[in-house]
């Protein structure tokens, strides 16, 4: 960022300082503080003597300077918890209020900008976590991303939005970042063009994107990325925030007024020009590649025998010693990245055949079934908005189908939110649990809503329909009882859910 930009944002973290500050000594509100930490990625905790910084990483790209950077930055400040986030983020939990504006200074400092991580901004641009190295892709979108990033940050303080603004970028071979249905999402056709979706979003009333472009020219991306901004700006709801997102827009506007107004602005920056992106680098991979190996946690790379390990910390949650390990492991792996995925899951890409199972060693701890890879978001006891507490249901869960192995290899990867605001994207899950309360006879109870059948399968993706609601208690017994009558059928997960739906619907209602 240029040095006006950095004078200007060191001076904002020094003002941020004073109100964390007063915040901690109850001179400040939590909703006024809310909205301010919220625009340095920052938030307080459940707890308001605990905070949360959220390291911005486009792409979750966690290059050997950042894996170092964060490797010390949990020494220094003896952090106790690292939560890989589904916008492909890091957030550093349970900190104390003095240590927030410090480390959101180093942060900058070492080019880690948390500036816009949370509160009404565009927010860390994502991207499909093996984009540049997968095989089948279209092409590599990562030099787009960075891209949007670089502008989105450079004049995010020019305009204020009704709510934040996610935008996603998907290689083409999966759509694990949900490019299809973001505030904006872009999808790599094999021609070296870009789909583009736009308004789509999860939460309460979720919403599949609008295709918008079929064939877009990646040099003009920043025109409809600014086109979307003030898109939003000009017909955003100011008045109500729970109808703020761009996705309520489809409520407001028939699709072709929609069309119609998005175009004329993006054309009207189109005929001013000066946003085009003529110069986009691409990375070359000059690594050779060496051997081979077969695990369910390797993939083969495009690149010749170059390989992608993935590593699954159970719902995201990173051990805090581990950024220390890995970068002592890749201090001898010239070439591999880190690259942090949507669904909680940490790539290491451009190892060879000796690299991948070095690092499949390190992490031998990593989720190993479809059912362990299930994302949760951090949930109440840290969350302010959540009503349950995904991450400990997930453990229970995965603690008591340990207890029976045939089950835990049958059951699919869930999805579990804390509350409506999806941060799990529950909506996806071949089963999702959204956070409830339940009135039994008049007695609140810890509960979830389930969702059965979604898919974020490229070219198949649904949302999930709402079939009951569970007693979080009963959970394990569950995923159990759906395990035994899957293994029962001798079907896959997918076919099970897909042919006896009914009998899936009828087990959840048991339990309902
Ligand atoms: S889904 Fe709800 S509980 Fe979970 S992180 Fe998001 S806001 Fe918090």
Redesign the pocket.
Known sequence: MSDEWMEKYHNEIDKFAQETKEFHEHDLSRKDYKGISGGFGSYAQRDDQEHMVRLRLTGGKLDRENLEFLANLVDRYNIKRLKMSTCETIQLHDLSYDQVAPIIWEAADHGIYTKAGGGDNPRNVMVSPLSGVQEGEAFDVNPYADAVAEYTLSVCRDFKMPRKLKIAFSNGVDDSVHATFRDMGFIANPDGTFKLYICGGLGNDHKMGVLMEENLDPKEILYYVRGMIDFFCQFGNYKNRAKARTRFLQETMEPEKLKEEYFRIVDGLKAKGGLDLYKVEEKNIDKQGEGTIVSARVLPQKQKELFSVEYHPIGGVLPTEMPRKMLELLEKMPGVEIRIGADETLWFINCTAKEAAEILELSKESANTPFEHSVA????AV?Q??LRN?QSILRDCIFKVREHPEISEVLPKVRI???A????AHQVGSLGFQ?FVKVVEKIPQAAFRVFVGGSDEKDNVRFGEFVGVVLEKDMPDLFLALGKACLESQKTWDAFVQENRDDVVSIIESFA
């Open positions: 978001c951090i949930g109440a969350c908005q959540g995904s939110s804390g509350c605001s999806s941060c799990a956070g």
